[in-house]
């Protein structure tokens, strides 16, 4: 009998294995080299000799260009995250970008660090990849000391209010349904920090898109991979 049983243990072991061999996001965290930080919510790391882009799981920076917010929550994260550092990386998902969204782990969850510091909102439509009491715990403790976003009473605009252009809600803190993440464009519209919308049309010249991207307008770039507005090339 006891034969028996561990025959079956070894053959739940291999089983599990098999599994894991063919879903690498099953698998333990990962370490990973820090190469840039795109923005309050996206970096770019080394792992395994690949180049990645990582989106950070759970929360919702300020855009680049909604001034004085987004390089505020872009330099932070490049504090917690100097570049050649080593992190570790909770994969969730895989983005329809090819992004990875994951917890990173440097000194301590980095993610739960940006709302800590109020540099980044909790966005809970993808809160079920992390410590969901932890995440909001500390997003109100970052809103009674009125930190970052939480500067002006009930917060700035919303991330993903002010990518579609809108002054959005203040008060509350969940994405509206079917709203998108950092890491969704729905169109080639940039949003300037005036709140006017410019198209990849209007601006005509694929140097001049560049340039824009430089000075943070994010949204220029639909797929993530630093080009802005390739159709204009």
């Given at each position: 009998?006891?034969?028996?049983?561990?025959?079956?243990k070894?053959?739940?072991?291999?089983?599990s294995?098999s599994?894991?061999?063919?879903?690498?996001?099953?698998?333990?965290?990962?370490?990973?080299?820090?190469?840039s930080?795109?923005?309050?919510?996206?970096?770019?790391?080394?792992?395994?000799?690949?180049?990645?882009?990582?989106?950070?799981?759970?929360?919702?920076?300020?855009?680049?260009?909604?001034?004085?917010?987004g390089l505020?929550s872009?330099?932070?994260?490049k504090?917690?995250?100097?570049?050649?550092?080593?992190?570790s990386?909770?994969?969730?998902?895989?983005?329809?970008?090819?992004r990875?969204?994951?917890e990173?782990?440097g000194?301590?969850i980095?993610?739960?660090a940006?709302v800590?510091?109020?540099?980044?909102?909790v966005?809970?439509?993808?809160?079920g990849?992390?410590d969901?009491?932890?995440?909001?715990?500390?997003?109100?403790q970052?809103?009674?000391?009125r930190?970052?976003?939480?500067a002006v009473?009930?917060g700035m605009?919303r991330p993903w209010?002010?990518r579609?252009g809108?002054?959005?809600?203040r008060?509350a803190?969940?994405?509206?349904?079917?709203?998108?993440?950092?890491?969704?464009?729905?169109?080639?519209k940039?949003v300037q920090p005036?709140?006017?919308m410019?198209?990849?049309?209007q601006?005509?010249?694929f140097?001049r898109?560049?340039?824009l991207?430089?000075?943070?307008?994010?949204?220029?770039?639909?797929?993530?991979?630093?080009?802005?507005?390739?159709?204009l090339?």
């Amino acid at each position: 009998m006891s034969g028996m049983r561990k025959a079956l243990k070894i053959l739940l072991g291999l089983a599990s294995l098999s599994l894991a061999a063919l879903d690498p996001l099953s698998q333990a965290a990962t370490a990973a080299t820090v190469l840039s930080i795109g923005d309050g919510d996206t970096i770019s790391v080394l792992e395994r000799g690949q180049k990645l882009k990582v989106r950070l799981a759970c929360i919702d920076a300020p855009e680049t260009a909604h001034s004085p917010y987004g390089l505020a929550s872009r330099n932070q994260l490049k504090a917690l995250l100097p570049l050649g550092s080593t992190v570790s990386l909770r994969v969730q998902v895989v983005d329809r970008y090819g992004r990875r969204v994951a917890e990173v782990v440097g000194k301590g969850i980095v993610n739960l660090a940006m709302v800590q510091s109020g540099q980044a909102f909790v966005y809970r439509q993808d809160l079920g990849s992390g410590d969901r009491g932890a995440y909001l715990a500390a997003e109100r403790q970052a809103q009674a000391q009125r930190l970052g976003v939480w500067a002006v009473p009930g917060g700035m605009t919303r991330p993903w209010d002010f990518r579609h252009g809108g002054a959005g809600r203040r008060s509350a803190g969940a994405a509206p349904a079917g709203a998108s993440s950092s890491a969704t464009v729905s169109s080639p519209k940039a949003v300037q920090p005036s709140g006017a919308m410019t198209t990849c049309k209007q601006i005509g010249s694929f140097a001049r898109a560049q340039e824009l991207l430089r000075q943070g307008h994010s949204y220029l770039d639909r797929n993530g991979d630093g080009v802005a507005c390739e159709g204009l090339r």
